[in-house]
């Protein structure tokens, strides 16, 4: 069974950055390595519903982000160290989040494409 464990959130001043972090162990259900899965990350607010905001796929990667962080985000994949990164960058008071990353079969802004999660890593952006 997969694992994905995720690191780098914290408490940043509105325009700072951060690196997320989320390394995977252990195979899919069907057998798949993480270098031939698609990873996402998701965030979600306090009191509102888990939204998309980027994903990149394995062959090629296309890397594609929600309208909201294009730009400002960008996400990436190691496939030697199983891990992929998420760069957040001019970060925003409305960035506030439990951010959390997802590994599947093809790269989408669903949730339901992502069959395995993490436990998240709380990001918190001051004004």
């Known amino acids: 069974q997969v694992q994905l464990v995720e690191s780098g959130g914290g408490l940043v001043q509105a325009g700072g950055s951060l690196r997320l972090s989320c390394a995977a162990s252990g195979r899919s259900a069907d057998g798949r390595t993480f270098s031939r899965s698609s990873l996402g990350w998701f965030r979600q607010g306090l009191g509102k519903e888990r939204e998309f905001v980027a994903a990149i796929g394995w062959t090629p990667p296309s890397p594609f982000y929600a309208g909201s962080v294009r730009g400002r985000f960008t996400i990436s994949r190691d496939n030697a160290e199983n891990t992929v990164y998420l760069f957040m960058d001019n970060l925003k008071p409305e960035d506030t989040a439990v951010y959390y990353c997802?590994?599947?079969?093809?790269?989408?802004?669903?949730?339901?494409?992502?069959?395995?999660w993490g436990q998240g890593t709380q990001v918190t952006v001051s004004s």
């Open positions: 997802a590994i599947g079969l093809s790269p989408a802004s669903q949730a339901s494409a992502y069959p395995d």
